[in-house]
């Protein structure tokens, strides 16, 4: 793909241009991505995260915003994610998401005229502490929310590797605790998946559940959306081709703690 066709090939709605700053705190920057080069590099550190030999990219790629967060010192990428804008219901059935999840439910929460945004490929180097980048992820994640009037997120939270024996107290946990609303669980699509009930048949959960264990299987980015008022899907999805395994996620902005929404917000300041 040429440089010269990238506004072809990246959206950009009003008030968000191609390679905006989207803010500036402690020498680090977060920005979208604004070049051939700045999508080559987000798509390499994919591709370490993901544990590919070559640069992670598929055909979803060109549909969303691709958000950077950089050290200004040097321009070096310490964390990438993507979001794609869903405007209608025929965007909404071709998402990424939708390959593995039935959406039917979760949309019908939706007001009529709202949007939602698909999060995904949220990566940090694993070469850096990944907190202080994850939490201006997140910042710059709210300034997109913000300006795309975005009501719901949802995606993918990934699990390293295909074993769901490595996970099962985080697995308990949610079955617990975090599960969607029965009336707007997403449906099983996916080839191969396994539900929670089946991953834990052998447990008492009330019994076996450790919580200190169990958030520490816990993926962070799955652990920033619980804590933000986010819920899950009640299966797992082999995903073969990244070598992961994920739940469907979703987080409805209005239900975000107001004191957590505060703190992003003092990150933008």
């Known amino acids: 793909m040429a440089e010269g066709t990238l506004q072809e ?34 798509s390499e550190l994919r591709a370490r995260c993901f544990g590919r030999e070559k640069a992670d990219q598929d055909l979803f790629d060109r549909f969303c915003f691709h958000i950077l967060v950089e050290r200004e010192v040097d321009g070096r990428i310490l964390g990438v994610f993507r979001l794609r804008h869903l405007t209608s219901q025929q965007e909404m059935a071709r998402c990424y998401t939708a390959q593995s999840y039935g959406l039917g439910p979760a949309l019908q929460r939706l007001k009529p005229g709202s949007s939602i945004g698909e999060l995904g490929r949220f990566c ?16 710059g994640l709210t300034v997109m929310v913000e300006r795309l009037e975005i009501k719901m997120l949802i995606g993918c939270s990934s699990f390293q590797g295909n074993d769901p024996s490595l996970y099962l107290h985080a697995f308990a946990l949610l079955q617990a605790r975090y ?40 993926p962070p980015l799955l652990r920033n959306y619980l804590t933000l008022g986010g819920c899950v899907s009640d299966h797992l999805v082999q995903d073969r081709d990244l070598g992961t395994m994920h739940v469907f996620t979703a987080l ?16 933008l300041r």
């Open 179 to 218: 599960l969607a609303p029965s009336d707007w669980q997403p449906g099983a699509k996916a080839a191969e998946y396994i539900t929670f009930i089946d991953l834990l048949s052998d447990r008492d959960q009330a019994r076996d559940l450790d919580l200190s264990q169990a958030l520490r299987q816990m």
């Open 9 to 42: 090939k990246m959206p950009s709605p009003r008030g968000l241009p191609s390679g905006e700053v989207l803010l500036v705190k402690a020498g680090f920057r977060v920005r979208l991505a604004g070049s051939e080069t700045d999508l080559l590099h987000a």
């Open 252 to 267: 409805d902005i209005e239900a975000i703690p107001e004191k957590r929404k505060a703190g992003f917000r003092a990150l």
């Open 124 to 139: 940090i180097d694993p070469d850096v502490s990944g907190a202080d980048v994850a939490r201006l992820a997140w910042a």
